[in-house]
Nanobody, 120 residues
Framework: QVQLVESGGGLVQAGGSLRLSCAASGSIVSINRMGWHRQAPGKQRELVGVITGDGTTSYGDSVKGRFTISRDNAKNTVYLQMNTLTPEDTAVYLC??????????????WGQGTQVTVSS
């Protein structure tokens, strides 16, 4: 099994910053890509950012220039630095990882999500 545990969410005022972390653990051979999506009430889930094993990053249009994704391969952890937050960034942030496990090949795994609330 693989577990993803997010941390770092909370309440912040508009213009502020937060840093999210997501650590993967379990039976892991390697992790291809790691990333974040977010889900706001009444809206579709949207991509926030993704980072590949070699460090290549891509971002959703709504967060480009404000959010930065990074990873620590030794710790199987992905981070999301969020700056200049606005109330429109309020959502549950979900971490995911494409993990290769022994015997099971490569699959996507998701965390439980962490709430980010930005007040105006």
């Amino acid at each position: 099994q693989v577990q993803l545990v997010e941390s770092g969410g909370g309440l912040v005022q508009a213009g502020g910053s937060l840093r999210l972390s997501c650590a993967a653990s379990g039976s892991i051979v390697s992790i291809n890509r790691m990333g974040w999506h977010r889900q706001a009430p009444g809206k579709q889930r949207e991509l926030v950012g993704v980072i590949t094993g070699d460090g290549t990053t891509s971002y959703g249009d709504s967060v480009k220039g404000r959010f930065t994704i990074s990873r620590d391969n030794a710790k199987n952890t992905v981070y999301l630095q969020m700056n200049t937050l606005t109330p429109e960034d309020t959502a549950v942030y979900l971490c995911y990882a494409r993990v290769r496990r022994p015997l099971y090949g490569e699959n996507d795994y998701w965390g439980q999500g962490t709430q980010v609330t930005v007040s105006s």
